[in-house]
């Protein structure tokens, strides 16, 4: 290749950094901003500015060049500079695909452990064409690869998940039984004393992990700190417990607000300050390398790495300022940042709420065993201690609407700040030791443990919520394994294709991003525009009947679609309509069983006077409940009918099932708009009218009967007929049966 090639990949390489910068942060928004966005300790504005400064700055104060990049997962000095460019290039490739995949789905990653693994298979795979092609054997890859670095590595991740998780929970735990909910009723000492370790923790972090190489500390004060640490963190402690305490005392500021402010800025720098060379330190190390061979005059297949394994290279701060912009931008503009940020919150929440995940077997079984564990363990410790440490965990009781839940933070400040406090610990003491560590690994499972403590995890959500740690956790071993076949694939495909199989797969890679990124758009304006439909909040029977009128004009409306939708795909034997049908009653069966799932709420809150609104308010909803059953049989029937390749039905078949559809358009179409204008003195005719109706769905029965015993030959075709008018028939007594509960009550 000559040297417009390598400027070519050098180029696209930065065009790759800037893409991976802005994945990298919609994935590792994470890390510093769950803990505030959950509690809703500050406005939302207010934690992308503190985020904000924190990256900006951290970018700044960067350590600069990853080792890890040029000589942590391979000995560059076994390889030239042709077989390096083409790790580095399918390492960025790789990257940028495995990021963008897990953001779209919403599911936190380590950028670190992706970006270490595909290093490693990069490398893997051209030493092995190097072995092969000398006459080598597998025994000769420890010359080539760092095996001791990947095997720390994993050992890394697997620890930091189980220590982060414990550490979470039991420090969560002492700190609920000693200050409780009712945190904001305790003498300010208490505050102090919580606000002394945690900002001596944070502060502690930011020196450590997010200044640890740069020069504004200076020289002295970093040696000084190294080498007498805990005089630094008593005196540390002494201070900001004082601080703690005379602002809460002189300003109506709140520490545990203060905290989770500077807690935010901190994780923030440091996310910036070490995680950014994920994204920029292949491009910078390929640049030097580059850099190298330009000046050596030696052949790209003969020129030796040996400079990648000498001394670090500092960062141009030019390019670590360009890249701290990229990254508060993508804060500010990236749907999928919020998105993963969603993922983390939701499973720690303290109140029920929907459930993303499903449960499984694992998860249930998990569940099962910590309740008899807790069950053993609480048998331990004498009856009174358990109701005293009980009474500490009793939430104070505020009365919120439930539409209004989604408003309320997902957990409190005391939970938000333990998040920060632990994780900053954590990562502190990881950094000062050297061990490899996953900044996302160690505050999302901060997060479930603190979580699990908490007892945010009760009988009604436990088995949903474990299910989604645990998806996660298999995503980031599966974010290892993927990282590292994937990036050998590549590197062997650019090994074998030259320059036309980077073109092509820089082409892919944009594409499939581009597809992504339209897809998330897409379904982002969706939800938007979906209506949906909502929750009761009136605690009489007159407003529930004026609240929920636009319910059930939106479940007819949605209701006679899909009918509409199943008997048309049915006729036409068409798949996809049928599919659509599928998936609407899914989705309104779903909303349906809310609302059911919302009763206890709603009986909870009703007054003592219009208790009498709860048995409405249940009929009702189990009559729109009869009618999903009844439309979810009918649009699976069809779809099972016609995804099988059975025969299609017969032309008077097709002919009376879309006369029943017409009366169905149009005793729906009536009902919507009735339930629209709240013109309920209309009510009463279709009621009236419902025995005529009955009549014309038997009069179909009856001739699928006669045409039965004279011609009809095939009996799926015959079942599925009777099944589908049978259910027609129910799903219209369950809409009359609607009608009459309304009616019965409009005119009391």
Do not use: C
């Not at 970018?59 to 990853?66: E, K, P, Q």
């Not at 439930?402 to 933070?409: G, H, T």
């Not at 009760?458 to 919520?465: I, M, Q």
């Amino acid at each position: 290749m000559g040297e417009n090639i390598y400027v070519f990949m050098i180029a696209a390489l930065a065009i790759l950094a800037v893409t991976d910068l802005v994945v990298g942060v919609s994935n590792d928004a994470v890390n510093f901003l769950n803990s505030a966005i959950g509690s809703k300790a500050i406005s939302f504005k207010t934690i992308m500015i503190v985020a904000s400064v924190g990256i900006a700055f951290g970018a700044m104060t960067s350590s600069g060049m990853m080792e890890v990049a040029r000589k942590g997962i391979f000995n560059p000095t076994e390889f030239v500079f042709s077989e390096i460019m083409i790790i580095f290039m399918a390492v960025m490739i790789t990257d940028i695909l495995l990021l963008d995949f897990f953001n779209t789905m919403g599911m936190p990653t380590s950028t670190t452990v992706s970006i270490v693994f595909e290093l490693l298979g990069a490398a893997v795979a051209i030493s092995l064409v190097k072995i092969i092609g000398s006459g080598g054997g597998f025994s000769d890859l420890p010359n080539y690869i760092n095996t001791e670095k990947a095997t720390e590595i994993i050992f890394g991740i697997l620890l930091s998940v189980v220590v982060a998780f414990s550490i979470g929970a039991v420090v969560q735990f002492i700190s609920r039984v000693l200050i409780s909910f009712k945190f904001d009723k305790k003498p300010k000492w208490v505050g102090a004393l919580f606000g002394g370790f945690a900002i001596t923790a944070i502060i502690y972090f930011i020196i450590v992990k997010g200044l640890k190489s740069a020069s504004i500390l200076g020289g002295s004060v970093t040696e000084y700190i190294a080498t007498n640490p805990e005089l630094f963190l008593l005196a540390n402690f002494v201070f900001w417990t004082l601080a703690s305490w005379l602002v809460t005392s002189v300003t109506k500021w709140n520490i545990y607000v203060i905290i989770i402010v500077l807690g935010t800025f901190a994780l923030a720098m440091a996310f910036a300050g070490n995680d950014l060379v994920n994204f920029i330190g292949v491009p910078i190390a390929a640049l030097q390398s580059f850099q190298d061979w330009q000046a050596s005059g030696v052949m790209a297949s003969d020129y030796s790495m040996d400079a990648l394994a000498t001394g670090a290279v500092r960062t141009p701060t030019l390019l670590l300022l360009l890249s701290g912009i990229v990254m508060v931008i993508t804060l500010w503009f990236s749907s999928k940042a919020k998105n993963v940020v969603k993922t983390s919150v939701d499973l720690s929440r303290q109140d029920e709420g929907d459930e993303r995940f499903e449960p499984n077997f694992l998860s249930r079984q998990i569940v099962k065993f910590s309740i008899r564990a807790s069950e053993s363990m609480g048998g331990i410790l004498p009856t009174s201690l358990n109701n005293k440490i009980d009474r500490q965990f009793e939430k104070p009781y505020v009365y919120v609407p439930k539409s209004r839940v989604q408003d309320l933070p997902a957990f409190d400040l005391i939970r938000a700040s333990v998040n920060l406090m632990v994780a900053s610990v954590l990562i502190s003491i990881a950094t000062s030791m050297k061990l490899p560590l996953s900044t996302t690994y160690v505050t999302f499972m901060v997060a479930m443990g603190t979580s699990l403590a908490d007892r945010a995890w009760g009988p009604e959500s436990a088995v949903y919520r474990v299910a989604g740690v645990l998806n996660v956790i298999g995503g980031w071993f599966f974010t290892a394994i993927s990282a590292f076949f994937a990036a050998a694939v590549i590197a062997y495909i650019i090994h074998l294709g030259g320059i036309v199989a980077i073109i092509i797969l820089l082409i892919v890679a944009f594409l499939l991003i581009g597809k992504n990124y339209l897809s998330h758009n897409k379904k982002i304006k969706e939800t938007k525009l979906e209506e949906k439909l909502q929750k009761a909040e009136s605690n009489s029977i007159l407003g529930l009947i004026d609240e929920s009128t636009s319910n059930v004009s939106l479940a007819i409306t949605r209701a006679n679609k899909i009918y509409t939708q199943s008997i048309e795909g049915l006729a036409k034997h068409n798949l996809e309509e049928l599919k659509k049908s599928k998936k609407g009653i899914g989705k309104l069966n779903d909303e349906v069983e809310e609302l059911r799932d919302n009763i206890f709420y709603f009986i909870k809150n009703l007054d003592e006077s219009n208790v009498g609104a709860s048995n409405f308010y249940i009929t009702s909803l189990s009559f729109l409940q009869d009618m999903t059953q009844s439309l979810e049989y009918i649009s699976r029937a069809g779809h099972k009918h016609v995804n099988n390749n059975h025969k299609k039905l017969r032309f008077n078949q097709i002919k009376d099932l879309k006369e029943t559809d017409v009366y169905v358009d149009e005793l729906f179409s009536k009902i919507a708009d009735i339930f629209r204008t709240k013109n309920f003195s209309e009510l009463t005719p279709l009621i009236i009218n419902k025995e005529a109706l009955f009549s014309k769905v038997d009069q179909k029965i009856q001739k699928q009967v006669a045409r039965t015993r004279a011609d009809e030959s095939s009996p799926k075709n015959t079942a599925l007929y009777f099944s589908l008018l049978l259910e027609t028939k129910d799903l219209l007594v369950a809409t009359m049966n609607l009608l009459e509960t309304y009616d019965q009550h409009v005119n009391i």
